[in-house]
Structure formats: C-alpha cells, structure tokens
C-alpha cells in the first residue's frame, strides 16, 4: 500500500552528533596527551561517544505496510498491525498493543503550544495514517496474533560495548594508582 518512512527526532540526531563528535575528539586529544591521560580518559570519552550514538542517533520509529519496527537504545521492537490497539503521540509515539505498550524512544514529541492544542507528534500521525488506511482497505478485518509476543532484538553489541568500555574506563585510574 505504501513505501517504509524512517522517522528521527532531529534534535536527538543533533546531541548525538554533538556527543559522538565531543567524545571522538576528546579521546584523540588524550592520544596527544600521553599514555596516563590517554589510560585515564580515552575509554570513558568512548564511552560517552557510544551513548550518544545509541541514545541519540540510531533510536526511530520505521513504519511499513508489515508493522511499526521501533527502534529504541537497547532493543528494537517490532509491532505488526493486527496488535495495534492504540496509537499515542502527546509526547512522541507509544503504542498501545495487544502485547502491551510500547514506547518509541526516537519519536520527536510534538512542541509544547502543540500539545496544549492537542496534536500528535509527526511519527504518530504518520503511523495511525498508514494503521487506518490498512484497517480501511480491509486489511486488519480478521485480526490474528500470529506470535505469543512481540518480536524484540536486543542490541547485544551495544550492550556489550557499554560494559567493556565502562569496565576499562574504571579500570583505567585503578591501573595509574597501582603503577
């Protein structure tokens, strides 16, 4: 029925390029600086650039005649029609499944004058556009589940890489007041 629309807070994308690019920089210049800064610094200057990224970057909603795929910090999460209950978007986009509710991370919330008028935000729009013009077309007239719960990947490497980057970045001062 329609193409896939990718949706992203803009504002988000800014911070995390700005983290991303304070972070990059930041662990650069401790090369510079010499080894007991670089030990000290550069894991946690990574670390804040990788939760800028994750946290800012790759969070958004995409939107597809298969379902809502919304990707969040830790995980994503796919939401096919047929358990579309609801769809909330006062301050950004959550949707109210037959699973439960999920929330979308990356989904700008619509200004403060616009929610005191009561408009969605731009994601929720766009998705309760698409969900009506499917359920119009008849396509959501014998609703099925057809899984016990929704799809939900975690994103294990960013998960890991927090973890070794918070490990090394603990580590890094303990090393200095050893040697």
Do not use: I, K
Not at 24 to 36: C, F, I, Q
Not at 66 to 80: A, E, K, Q
């Amino acid at each position: 029925m329609g193409e896939t629309v990718v949706l992203r807070s803009r504002a988000a994308r800014a911070l995390g390029a700005t983290m991303v690019a304070v972070g990059a920089l930041g662990a650069v210049a401790t090369l510079a600086a010499g080894s007991a800064v670089t030990l000290r610094y550069a894991a946690l200057l990574a670390l804040f650039a990788l939760l800028g990224w994750a946290a800012f970057w790759r969070p958004g909603v995409e939107v597809s005649d298969g379902g809502v795929l919304v990707v969040n910090t830790l995980r994503s999460v796919h939401v096919p029609w047929p358990a579309v209950e609801e769809v909330e978007g006062r301050y950004g986009l959550r949707l109210v499944t037959a699973y439960g509710a999920v929330q979308a991370w990356g989904a700008q919330a619509p200004s403060g004058t616009a929610r005191a008028r009561r408009q969605d935000s731009r994601a929720a729009v766009v998705v309760r556009e698409r969900w009506e013009a499917l359920r119009d077309a008849g396509f959501l007239d014998r609703r099925v589940l057809e899984r016990p719960d929704l799809a939900v990947t975690w994103h294990r490497g960013t998960l890991l890489a927090v973890l070794l980057l918070g490990l090394c970045a603990a580590a890094g001062p303990a090393l200095l007041a050893v040697g």
